[in-house]
């Protein structure tokens, strides 16, 4: 970094299109003038979208993230009022806040809540290996602190309103800003010389989502394109595009291109999901791509992720859903608030994109189509992909295909060749697809010799409860990891529930590996589904859902025991092509029991299992 400590400079801040608050202007030049220079203030920064208002960082100490409020006491006010938690069947308080004018009184959302968003997106999404750290200890939250200035109020005046819980957030008004011996009390780590619980290797990290780097063509690796995907990565002003493409076809690669040659014009970029495991993976297919652009052009979300984001940073508070259903709630109602809003022009952070590329599209609804077209800008570009024979949530998709009230036009785009799944295993994915899936989407096409130099091996195994399975389970990653040399990093186990994860976990824990998985319990709901990505090196876990769109080396799936047919298929196929080498099937639903029998291969894994 050079020796510049303030991101962007103040010529720069100066040029903002909106410019800076009054109460921003004063906490930035406070802290410019007193903070030590060890410390780097940014104003306003990236972060992948949610752009906090202040942001100091400094590498041996911690970060500290800043909401600046210039509200006036008399016109908000806050209350506590009792919430009710289903999961845990129990209440609770909460504090909610107000706002009033001559337009009457209305609740908006919680200050605290909003810039411990920022931290939260920051040590469990950007940074994940930051909330596994805090998972396993607490104490290293330490390093992440978060503030409120009110710039409008006194520090008691602000205290009162936000409930005088200091400990949960570092609340102050003007007065603490009359003097530089009150940093201290504004900054309450500025003493420390190190945090214990601050890694090194962090920085650079949380500086990448602050200040996104220039990616250079050198900084790639070269993606190899072939002439199919070739046609489907150019921009394209004004279209709205659907690629049709078969697992293992390129999509992603596709989509990542795409996007790397729209962020090297200086088009803002919107890549999102249904599955929140999923943006990882994309992030890293764009990081290997060769072309010069700023990575601040290109943000990563998931379709929820997006809603909750942008009704929490424009005032509205997340609503409850006792009265809906979770599908009713989720799929419908959250929708029609953002597109409410935004239509009403309500867009504090200018969330504003030239193109919004939907990967996974087999998973969105008309409705979802119809809000995210509301945040396109006048270049108003689309690129939508999909795979009918993942549609493991059974979607209907019939508003793409007839196109009425959308600005799809023209013939699908498709890919119908598979460079990803071994031929071996992809004849076993269209045999099962063919029995189990006829008449569902396009048939993938295998290329010739296509991962036949991993030498790739399958095997099936009827098992008939889950102690034998587990025993079973543990059998096969041993033999793949001591006996194969396979590294655990390399390997995957799919299972259909996270109650069912959490209890091959321990089982394998039991036994001293080391297991990074998406499973969640109620008091870490969704923090592991953000820390899954690839670059870690244990050995991998997940529900079929939350896989869906990677693919790694070695899958192991563990069947659905139970459920609609339907639903089954669809998880099964999607599992079979997860994989780029082997492939090992413990079957407990009799459904599936004579297909592993018809198209099993003893020569390859059944000795194992014997043994």
Same mark, same amino acid.
Not at 193 to 219: A, C, G, R
Not at 435 to 444: A, D, F, K, R, S
Not at 470 to 496: C, F, G, N, Q
Not at 531 to 543: A, P, V
């Given at each position: 970094?050079?020796?510049?400590?303030?991101?962007?400079?103040?010529?720069?801040?100066?040029?903002?299109?909106?410019?800076?608050?009054?109460?921003?202007?004063?906490?930035?030049?406070? +802290?410019?003038?007193?903070?030590?220079?060890?410390?780097?203030?940014?104003?306003?920064?990236?972060? %992948?979208?949610?752009?906090?208002?202040? @942001?100091?960082?400094?590498?041996?100490?911690?970060?500290?993230?800043?909401?600046?409020?210039?509200?006036?006491?008399?016109?908000?006010?806050?209350?506590?009022?009792?919430?009710?938690?289903?999961?845990?069947?129990?209440?609770?308080?909460?504090?909610?806040?107000?706002?009033?004018?001559?337009?009457?009184?209305?609740?908006?959302?919680?200050?605290?809540?909003?810039?411990?968003?920022?931290?939260?997106?920051?040590?469990?999404?950007?940074?994940? %290996?930051?909330?596994?750290?805090?998972?396993?200890?607490?104490?290293?939250?330490?390093?992440?602190?978060?503030?409120?200035?009110?710039?409008?109020?006194?520090?008691?005046?602000?205290?009162?309103?936000?409930?005088?819980?200091?400990?949960?957030?570092?609340?102050?008004?003007?007065?603490?800003?009359?003097?530089?011996?009150?940093?201290?009390?504004?900054?309450?780590?500025?003493?420390?010389?190190?945090?214990?619980?601050?890694?090194?290797?962090?920085?650079?990290?949380?500086?990448?989502?602050?200040?996104?780097?220039?990616?250079?063509?050198?900084?790639?690796?070269?993606?190899?394109?072939?002439?199919?995907?070739?046609?489907?990565?150019?921009?394209?002003?004004?279209?709205?595009?659907?690629?049709?493409?078969?697992?293992?076809?390129?999509?992603?690669?596709? +989509?990542?291109?795409?996007?790397?040659?729209?962020?090297?014009?200086?088009?803002?970029?919107?890549?999102?999901?249904?599955?929140?495991?999923?943006? #990882?993976?994309?992030?890293?297919?764009?990081?290997?791509?060769?072309?010069?652009?700023?990575?601040?052009?290109?943000?990563?979300?998931?379709?929820?992720?997006?809603?909750?984001?942008?009704?929490?940073?424009?005032?509205?508070?997340?609503? #409850?859903?006792? %009265?809906?259903?979770?599908?009713?709630?989720?799929?419908?109602?959250?929708?029609?608030?953002?597109?409410?809003?935004?239509?009403?022009?309500?867009?504090?952070?200018?969330?504003?994109?030239?193109?919004?590329?939907?990967?996974?599209?087999?998973?969105?609804?008309?409705?979802?189509?119809?809000?995210?077209?509301?945040?396109?800008?006048?270049?108003?570009?689309?690129?939508?992909?999909?795979?009918?024979?993942? %549609?493991?949530?059974?979607?209907?998709?019939?508003?793409?295909?007839?196109?009425?009230?959308?600005?799809?036009?023209?013939?699908?785009?498709?890919?119908?060749?598979?460079?990803?799944?071994?031929?071996?295993?992809?004849?076993?994915?269209?045999?099962?697809?063919?029995?189990?899936?006829?008449?569902?989407?396009?048939?993938?096409?295998?290329?010739?010799?296509?991962?036949?130099?991993?030498?790739?091996?399958?095997?099936?195994?009827?098992?008939?409860?889950?102690?034998?399975?587990?025993?079973?389970?543990?059998?096969?990653?041993?033999? +793949?990891?001591?006996?194969?040399?396979?590294?655990?990093?390399?390997?995957?186990?799919?299972?259909?529930?996270?109650?069912?994860?959490?209890?091959?976990?321990?089982?394998?824990?039991?036994?001293?590996?080391?297991?990074?998985?998406?499973?969640?319990?109620?008091?870490?709901?969704?923090?592991?589904?953000?820390?899954?990505?690839?670059?870690?090196?244990?050995?991998?876990?997940?529900?079929?859902?939350?896989?869906?769109?990677?693919?790694?080396?070695? @899958?192991? +799936?563990?069947?659905?025991?139970?459920?609609?047919?339907?639903?089954?298929?669809?998880?099964?196929?999607?599992?079979?092509?997860?994989?780029?080498?082997?492939?090992?099937?413990?079957?407990?639903?009799?459904?599936?029991?004579?297909?592993?029998?018809?198209?099993?291969?003893?020569?390859?894994?059944?000795?194992?299992?014997?043994?």
């Amino acid at each position: 970094m050079t020796n510049q400590r303030i991101f962007p400079n103040w010529d720069q801040i100066r040029s903002f299109k909106t410019p800076l608050t009054a109460g921003e202007r004063t906490l930035i030049t406070y +802290l410019e003038k007193y903070l030590p220079q060890t410390w780097n203030i940014f104003v306003q920064p990236f972060f %992948n979208g949610d752009r906090p208002d202040v @942001v100091i960082i400094n590498q041996k100490i911690g970060v500290m993230i800043f909401e600046v409020k210039d509200w006036k006491r008399n016109i908000y006010r806050s209350n506590l009022a009792v919430g009710f938690d289903k999961s845990q069947n129990s209440k609770f308080q909460i504090r909610q806040f107000f706002v009033h004018d001559n337009r009457g009184e209305w609740k908006i959302s919680s200050p605290i809540k909003q810039v411990d968003r920022y931290r939260s997106n920051l040590i469990n999404q950007y940074v994940p %290996n930051i909330g596994e750290r805090i998972d396993i200890n607490s104490k290293n939250l330490a390093p992440f602190k978060i503030g409120l200035y009110f710039h409008g109020m006194s520090t008691i005046n602000a205290l009162e309103l936000t409930g005088n819980n200091p400990k949960q957030c570092t609340v102050f008004g003007r007065d603490q800003l009359d003097s530089s011996n009150n940093l201290a009390k504004i900054v309450p780590d500025v003493k420390l010389q190190y945090s214990i619980s601050m890694k090194t290797k962090w920085y650079n990290d949380i500086v990448f989502w602050l200040k996104p780097p220039f990616h250079s063509v050198e900084q790639g690796m070269k993606i190899v394109l072939n002439e199919e995907q070739k046609r489907h990565v150019l921009p394209s002003s004004g279209l709205h595009q659907r690629l049709r493409g078969v697992a293992g076809s390129g999509k992603t690669l596709v +989509l990542a291109q795409r996007a790397a040659n729209l962020a090297s014009k200086g088009k803002r970029v919107l890549i999102i999901s249904y599955n929140m495991t999923l943006w #990882h993976y994309i992030k890293d297919h764009v990081s290997r791509t060769q072309k010069n652009f700023n990575w601040s052009e290109i943000e990563f979300n998931h379709f929820h992720g997006f809603c909750r984001d942008y009704l929490l940073e424009n005032g509205y508070q997340w609503p #409850h859903s006792e %009265n809906d259903s979770d599908e009713n709630f989720f799929n419908i109602r959250i929708p029609a608030l953002v597109s409410k809003y935004i239509q009403q022009g309500i867009n504090t952070k200018n969330r504003k994109y030239d193109a919004i590329l939907i990967d996974e599209g087999q998973d969105f609804q008309k409705e979802w189509y119809k809000m995210l077209c509301l945040f396109l800008s006048e270049n108003d570009e689309l690129f939508f992909t999909i795979d009918e024979k993942q %549609n493991i949530y059974e979607k209907d998709h019939n508003w793409i295909d007839s196109m009425i009230d959308t600005k799809f036009r023209g013939r699908w785009r498709l890919l119908k060749k598979c460079y990803r799944t071994p031929v071996k295993i992809l004849k076993l994915a269209n045999l099962f697809s063919q029995q189990y899936l006829p008449n569902v989407g396009e048939t993938p096409e295998p290329v010739p010799n296509q991962g036949e130099i991993f030498k790739p091996q399958y095997g099936w195994f009827n098992v008939n409860n889950s102690t034998v399975t587990k025993s079973a389970l543990y059998r096969m990653i041993y033999w +793949l990891t001591k006996k194969e040399k396979i590294h655990p990093s390399d390997i995957v186990v799919l299972v259909p529930t996270h109650k069912e994860g959490w209890e091959y976990v321990r089982y394998l824990e039991g036994y001293n590996f080391n297991i990074n998985h998406v499973f969640e319990d109620d008091s870490t709901y969704n923090r592991h589904k953000k820390s899954f990505w690839m670059g870690d090196s244990r050995l991998k876990m997940s529900t079929i859902h939350s896989f869906k769109g990677w693919e790694l080396l070695n @899958v192991i +799936l563990i069947t659905p025991s139970k459920g609609k047919n339907r639903d089954t298929d669809f998880l099964m196929y999607t599992s079979i092509t997860r994989t780029r080498q082997n492939l090992v099937v413990f079957n407990t639903n009799p459904r599936y029991s004579q297909f592993g029998i018809q198209s099993q291969n003893y020569n390859d894994f059944l000795s194992v299992y014997k043994n």
